[in-house]
């Protein structure tokens, strides 16, 4: 990205989430970078701030006495008393703790690496399935029929929701995730709400029949969540339904987009594809470099608890804070010549998973999806080419694509 794109200083002066200019949808990093150099604290219309830098985005994240990720007072303006409301209030993500720690500890007992080692075989065997479909009908859509078609398998398998059911998931996760843009349409708070409300009622039935018949606790985190821990406290009923919903969306959208991103990055910048299919031994390295270059969760939130100061600026406890993990993941302070795709960097401590309590609990899921995704699509059709302009979400939040035709000729 040249400099002649480089946002005026006017336009930084006047930035405003709420009110985003249609280039930023397209390509955020000039403005993230131009903010980052003019006001890396940067104060909205609003009265919250803006974090561009890597130092103040972690600092936050790894204090979370002084930054709260309890979204009650944000989100009561925002979605009323609602479905959504309650939702994005009770799971574990916008908790702090005691309910996080719980929510947080029964998760990650099905997440350990033995857990997702287990997965690998099957998820294999999926990928390949996909790229042999492919082969049948050379003109497709990655998104479609690769990248969303991966996660959803995975994260339904986690949950134990039957194959048969998993339609509906995809959709309702999308409206739900689209109301935590900065400005939600009502139309977007309606279908948001209908998605909560349609979910709750599957998930209902869904816990019903696993409460009759357990799977293996070991393996299936539904079981988990329905059983608590040993002598620990239970969830609720609320409490375990909308960390169900929290957990089919948060391991499906954003793994879509990993892959999703990941492939158009590396059509984009031949020398690494190149590279890549030289040297499959550099998938590690590359799926740590697209989640830095292009994090599909560009924006996290917290809220200050006491009077407090980040990055020399002075704030009043209850400020309400966005860290830019895109912008941080492209601060010359922390990454060398940040804006060039380099699938072999290294160092690469990128922030695109979040950092401290609330860092992503389904990581080395994502890791291992967006590996053997991309791993084995480039083995397969390392000649493959974008036959349209790829449609981008045109969402701030999180970033990926919603269609990229291609062609994948032998
Ligand atoms: C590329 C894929 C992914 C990305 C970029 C991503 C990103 C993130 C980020 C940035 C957070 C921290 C939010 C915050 O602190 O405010 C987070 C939290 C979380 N993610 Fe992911 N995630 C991904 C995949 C997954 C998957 C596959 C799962 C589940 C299997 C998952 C489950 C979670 C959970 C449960 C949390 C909440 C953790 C907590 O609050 O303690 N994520 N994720």
Known sequence: MSLANEPSAATIAAFDLRQLPAEFYVDPFPFYRALRDREPVKRLPDGSYLLTRYADCEFVYKHPALFSSDKRREYRPKYGDSPLYEHHTTSLVFNDPPLHTRVRRLINGALTPKAIAEMQPGLEALVDRLLDRMATTPSVDLIEDFAAAIPIEIIGNLLGVPSAEREPLRGWSLAILRALEPVVTPIAAERGNRAVRDFIAYLETLVEARRRKPGDPDRDVLTRLIQGEEQGERLTAPELLHNCIFLLNAGHETTTNLIGNGLVALHRHPEQL?????????????????????????????????????????????????????????????????????????????????????????????????????????????????????????????????????????
């Open 274 to 410: 190149e590279r890549l299919v030289a040297d499959p031994g550099l998938i590690r390295s590359a799926v740590e470099e697209v989640l830095r270059y292009e994090s599909s969760n560009q924006l996290g939130n917290r809220i200050t608890t006491q009077d407090v100061e980040v990055g020399g600026v002075a704030m009043a406890a209850q400020t309400q804070i966005t860290i830019a993990i895109g912008a941080a993941n492209r601060d010359p302070e922390k990454f060398a010549d940040p804006e060039r795709f380099d699938i072999g960097r290294m160092p690469n401590r990128h922030l695109a998973f979040g950092s401290g309590i609330h860092q992503c609990a389904g990581m080395g899921l994502a890791r291992l999806e967006g590996a053997i995704a991309i791993a084995k699509f480039v083995e397969r059709y390392p000649r493959f080419r974008l036959s349209g302009e790829p449609v981008r979400g045109g969402r701030a939040r999180f970033r990926g694509f919603l269609k990229v035709p291609c062609r994948v000729d032998p």
